[in-house]
């Protein structure tokens, strides 16, 4: 059952008038005192304020005290001598804690009633036996006891129960019943439980025992959830949202650029691929309308690798032709058979077949002006046509032949149709680089780790 009609009139006064009249200021010393009856300078704040019953000047009365084992507060009592209206609250004089506080006092004897409890506007307060509850933000903080809190619900409960009776005489006589109940708490005949749940944490159940353990009361400390966090007006924290990365594999990436022959403007589309059983790459690819003009270039998508590559594949079949290249900027590729060697970098980044990385080959030598054209000699003319007829055969299946690929960045790769497993005919290697190749590679002088220590000492 709701006790949504315990709630106390209104604000203590409400809107102070300008000029407050002679206070009475609290003695030397700290400006939250403990609190005590025997303290004689401890004495309330006086302000004038307007009544927001009968809209003329009232007294409001604040006391500035601290609770022991607990914190500081404000106490505050507003009352009208014009038509008699009152009321007191307490704030708490402290920020919202960290945490919601929860305390969970079992009352067993009558000296459990006399428990001083402080109850923020934020705490919802309950009791199990009788499935009774006070929600939260329908009753002003107060600063009273166990019995204090039973009896200001059943003030609550009481005060529209003639309104009740006339029009709902069946609820008037249930709440009547309910409100015994209530009263019959406060002789604590048998144990019951009081549950008071405040996610702001400036609730307050005393400890009589304190410092020492009460076994009777139990508090709990916990994190409050998001809708506890937007009553009390705190900017919650949502939970962090990992933002969805964007799947580049599904989408072609464009940007303008200029064509390397005409220096047109053209477009260059950009991919990123994931190579399975490798790693992922990005390939470009550059169409000029104007003279039409095509690029394509690859890059690989990760860093260099711990070792160099050597790929060693023996070509003894057509379908040999189909297989999937990535040949790197820093690859250099070999064919054995036909005493050819070609460094890296030259043809760059490339992402082909095997197919069509021989083509490339054959275009590189027989398109060569300085190989085949009228400043050639006769000797190297039939020797690179030797070279043509017979990377033709490769190419037709007639000759089988060893291609190597040899990349210190490990960043290359030539398919395996068998994977995951071995496949007979080609072998792969990994070794460790020499210091000309890192140094080809730039990797001699780049550091990693500790270069702050080495900024520092320059500074």
Not at 45 to 60: H, K, Q
Not at 145 to 154: C, W, Y
């Amino acid at each position: 059952m709701l006790a949504s009609g315990a709630v106390d009139p209104g604000l203590p006064g409400a809107a102070a008038a300008p000029s407050p009249v002679p206070a009475r200021q609290p003695g030397p010393g700290h400006l939250f005192r403990p609190i005590s009856a025997d303290d004689e300078e401890q004495q309330p704040t006086e302000i004038e304020s307007l009544c927001m019953n009968c809209y003329r000047n009232g007294m409001t009365r604040l006391l500035l005290t601290e609770i022991p084992f607990f914190r500081e507060i404000i106490v505050s009592s507003f009352s009208c001598e014009h038509c008699g209206w009152n009321n007191t609250e307490i704030q708490s004089a402290g920020r919202i804690q960290d945490q919601g506080v929860r305390y969970t006092l079992t009352v067993r004897a009558q000296e459990d009633m006399n428990r001083e409890v402080v109850k923020t506007d934020s705490a919802t307060t309950r009791i199990p036996e009788l499935d009774f509850e006070i929600p939260a933000f329908s009753q002003k903080g107060a600063l009273t006891t166990v019995e204090g809190l039973i009896s200001r619900a059943v003030s609550g409960l009481e005060q529209d129960q003639p309104t009740r009776r006339a029009n709902e005489e069946a609820m008037a006589e249930r709440i009547d019943e309910f409100i015994v109940k209530l009263k019959e708490l406060k002789q604590v005949a048998s144990p019951f439980t009081l549950i008071i749940d405040d996610p702001s944490g400036n609730s307050f159940v005393e400890n009589p025992y304190a410092p020492r353990k009460d076994d009777a009361l139990v508090i709990t400390h916990y994190n409050r959830t998001l809708q506890q966090e937007e009553k009390l007006g705190l900017q919650a924290e949502e939970p962090e949202e990992k933002p969805e990365e964007e799947d580049l594999r599904n989408e072609v990436l464009q940007f303008n650029t200029n064509c390397p022959e005409c220096n047109a403007p053209a477009q260059t589309n950009m991919k990123l691929v994931q190579i399975p059983h490798f790693k992922e790459v990005i390939i470009m690819a550059t169409n000029c309308e104007n003279c039409g003009h095509r690029t394509n270039e690859v890059k690989s998508g990760g860093a260099v690798e711990p070792l160099g590559t050597r790929i060693t594949f023996y070509i003894t079949d057509p379908s040999d032709m189909t297989r999937d290249l990535l040949k790197s900027e820093t690859c250099s590729l070999e064919i054995p058979e036909l005493e050819f060697e070609l460094g890296m970098a030259i043809l760059g980044g490339k992402f082909t077949t095997l197919e069509g990385i021989l083509k490339d080959i054959r275009e590189l030598v027989t398109k060569n002006p300085f190989t085949l054209g009228d400043s050639s000699s006769p000797g190297q003319t039939e020797k690179l046509q030797e070279f043509s007829q017979k990377l033709d055969q490769i190419l037709e299946g007639n000759m089988k032949a060893h291609f190597v690929m040899d990349d210190p960045a490990g960043n290359s790769y030539l398919q395996n149709v068998y994977a995951p497993e071995d496949d007979p005919e080609m072998k792969v290697e990994h070794y460790k680089r020499t210091f000309d190749q890192n140094e080809e590679l730039g990797l001699n002088d780049m550091k990693t780790e500790g270069y702050e220590t080495g900024l520092a000492s320059q500074r």
